[in-house]
């Protein structure tokens, strides 16, 4: 399946720069995306980057575009927006990605409770059988987290845990970034130079 349209969110965990990186390669990959922050997400992303996501989501869409310096691809909708398109099935983007994802975020989803459009947008994901690829950042992780985790794995979604690595001989912080953004890329299967892959 090629991709078009990609719905990006970003929750309350720390590692809000996986799913900038993210919206950035997509947008740089002619990729239409679809993009939404929690309110405990858009507070993490202040503190851990300067990136203000508050507010009306077209000045939101701004800022994140000069962040990002790209030039299209990118709307930005507000986490309870219900209205927006991928809150339905019979609009649905053709993937859908939760860059980084709180265990609250994960823990709902696994029961199937929709209180806002990430949380209705990944059940639509889940009941109508496209990628679901959510990027966990906790650690350690108890006994709920990951039973939480098996739960959605076995609904077909894709468990991507922030977990660098460092066979690629990484020399900044972006580097590992790169390497998680990297493998999610390749679960979607769009090509990338992010990280040195094993053996070459």
Known sequence: MTLQRVFVALTGASG??????????LCLNGIEVTFSASCSGTQVCLEETGLDLSGDPAKATERLYAHLEVETGLEMVHPDDLFCPAASGS???????????????????????????????????????????LVPRETPLSTIHLENMLRLSRTG???????????????SVIDLVDFVVGKVLDQLGIEHELFKRWGT
Do not use: W
């Not at 809000?16 to 390669?25: A, I, K, T």
């Not at 053709?94 to 199937?112: E, F, N, Q, V």
């Open 157 to 171: 979604a894709q468990i991507i845990p922030a977990m660098p690595a460092f066979y690629h001989q990484p020399e």
């Open 91 to 133: 609009a649905a983007p053709d993937a859908m990605i939760i860059a980084p994802c709180s265990m609250g975020t994960l823990a709902r989803i696994a029961c199937g409770v929709s209180g806002n459009l990430i949380e209705r947008a990944a059940d639509v994901m889940i009941k109508e059988r496209r990628p679901l690829l």
């Open 16 to 25: 809000s720069v996986y799913g900038l990186r993210l919206v950035e390669q």
